[in-house]
């Protein structure tokens, strides 16, 4: 797609605020019911969104999403993504998380059995959270969750093998994260048996960036004029006659209708006005939900001195401090390649992104030593990492359900005010922060508007209320 719009259209039907996969699919949905007035407006240069790419040590790298979570298991449902995936024709390798070396801050040490248990820990905390929503009782969070279905954290080895089986998957702690969600959203992405795609987790080592799925899709569908890059939204007037944005150049542009896609980072914020200001339900919402961080740490050596499975799991006694490490010089992956990753995630992403590149790199080389103390290892020849918290077009990597998010904030995150729609991974009740879950919502909520401008009465989504919400048995301060 040309990088650079030739004609500026000032009015459409309905104007897809986000060029990420949630924008793009809810573009493919309008076009295919004959709606064709559609403008896309993203604030990049190209379209992919979280599915962001670099050239990194002479290496196309992902930033942000990496695999396809979740495949198909025989003729059960299948990952929209992998399908997407294999009509653009993505090189992909299957990346085996349990092809683990172990070490802690005195070298290797193997402490497989403590990642054994920390699965059977998991698979426990998933069985223990099914009738709890079957029969309508309370959330909690992830660790009173793992404390009830019997799991014991303590060491460093165990607080680092649960790192790699919950914080891994949700970018922020037990602590921080809802026991029931967590629970759902693995199981309908993971677990076959429970309605899920498969436990595969399907990397992306396409030289041409994961985002080319996405951009291909776009390329079938949407010619040049419907798309307006570099073109960053600064404020949202709404009405129930139609929705006006501003860009940061000042450039207004109205339709009948619009679908805000940012993340719910960006709309914690306020890096875009509302006018006038989103309802109290809706920003209680948006307050409600957290958007957690997930950080890719590369380094490209002059050599390879490392682990040869696809893992390394460090036990550091701080946890989540550089716990997990991932070799792309592996026979399946970019071998030759000599860059490794380490991950980092929730108020580590946040540290990190605090200190300059230097500082987190001698941060990260000490921890090196520590894993390899009778290797002399060499200083990386590259080193990088993607601040998302402080990206003003993100705000964080993707949307984790907190345990005090109850079912109406997430019904209330999902509600239009008017003729503005909001859609994107966050909305997702089963597949919040995947991919597969920006997919459905961009398909789903493209529809809603769709059934809207046919005159049909669904045009709004309030699914059952947009008011405050409460609890069923109120606080009895006098007991
Ligand atoms: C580090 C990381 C790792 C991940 N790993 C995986 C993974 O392996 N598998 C998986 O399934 N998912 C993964 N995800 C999650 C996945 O990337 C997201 O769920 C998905 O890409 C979200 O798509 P979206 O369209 O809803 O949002 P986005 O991709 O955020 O799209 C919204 C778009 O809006 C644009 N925008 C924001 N503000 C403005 C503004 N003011 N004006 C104009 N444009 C604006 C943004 O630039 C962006 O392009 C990962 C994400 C990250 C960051």
């Known amino acids: 797609l040309p990088q650079e719009k030739r ?42 969104g979280r599915m962001r790419s670099t050239e990194f040590g002479g290496l196309t790298v992902e ?42 801050d005195t070298g290797l040490v193997d402490f497989i059995d403590a990642a054994n248990q920390a699965d059977t820990d998991f698979n426990n905390f998933n069985i223990v959270a099914g009738p709890r929503v079957a029969n309508a009782q309370v959330d909690m969070t992830a660790s009173a969750g793992y404390r009830l279905s019997g799991a014991k954290i303590l060491d460093k080895q165990a607080a680092a093998a649960q790192y790699l089986n919950f914080d891994f998957e949700y970018a922020q702690t037990p602590q921080e994260s809802s026991w029931l969600a967590a629970s759902w959203n693995n199981n ?37 004029d419907e798309i307006l890059l570099n073109a960053v939204v600064q404020n949202i007037t709404y009405s129930s006659t139609g929705v006006s944005v501003t860009l940061t150049n000042g450039t207004v542009i109205t339709g009948d209708y619009a679908l805000c896609t940012f993340s719910v980072g960006v709309l914690q914020h306020d890096d875009v006005t509302f006018i006038p200001p989103l309802p109290a339900f809706k920003q209680e919402a948006i307050s409600s939900i957290a958007m957690a961080t997930y950080t890719k740490i590369f380094l490209q050596f002059p050599t390879k001195f490392w682990f040869d499975t696809e893992m390394g799991l460090y036990a550091d006694p701080e946890r989540g401090r550089y716990p997990i490490w991932q070799s792309l010089d592996h026979p399946k992956f970019l071998p030759g390649s000599r860059i490794l990753f380490v991950t980092v995630t929730s108020d580590f992403s946040q540290r990190v992104e605090a200190f300059t590149d230097e500082q987190v790199q001698a941060e990260v080389m000490d921890v090196v030593h520590n894993m390899f ?5 060499p200083e990386p020849n590259a080193f990088l990492f993607p601040r998302w918290h402080s990206d ?6 993707y949307s984790n359900w907190p345990p005090s998010f109850f079912s109406g904030h997430h019904e209330n995150l999902k509600l239009n005010v008017d003729r503005l729609y909001f859609a994107g991974e966050a909305t997702s009740v089963k597949f919040f922060g995947f991919l597969h879950g920006a997919y ?11 059934s809207c401008i046919e005159g049909n009465s669904t045009c709004n989504t309030a699914l059952t209320n947009g008011g405050e919400v409460t609890n069923s048995v109120p606080f009895d301060l006098n007991n």
């Not at 990420?20 to 064709?36: C, E, L, S």
């Not at 003003?392 to 990597?397: N, T």
């Not at 459905?440 to 769709?450: Q, T």
Request: net charge negative; charged share 15%.
């Open 373 to 377: 103390p009778n290797i002399e290892v």
């Open 63 to 104: 930033l942000g999403a990496n695999w396809i979570q979740g495949t198909q298991t025989g003729n059960g449902p299948i990952n929209p993504i992998l399908t997407l995936a294999r009509k653009h024709h993505l090189k992909t390798q299957f990346n085996n998380f349990d092809d683990l070396t172990t070490y802690d």
């Open 440 to 450: 459905f919502e961009g398909l789903n909520m493209a529809n809603i508007i769709i």
């Open 188 to 224: 309908f992405t993971f677990v076959a048996e429970q309605g899920g795609f498969s436990e595969a987790n399907l990397m992306c080592i396409d030289q041409r960036g994961y985002k080319t799925i996405v951009q291909g899709e776009a390329e079938d569908f949407l010619t040049s």
């Open 7 to 48: 004609t500026t259209p000032r009015h459409a039907q309905v104007l897809i605020l986000g060029g990420g996969i949630t924008g793009v699919i809810a573009a493919r949905t309008f076009k295919q019911a004959g709606i064709n007035n559609i403008l896309v407006i993203e604030g990049r240069e190209e379209l992919g």
């Open 392 to 397: 003003p077009l993100y705000r964080g990597s």
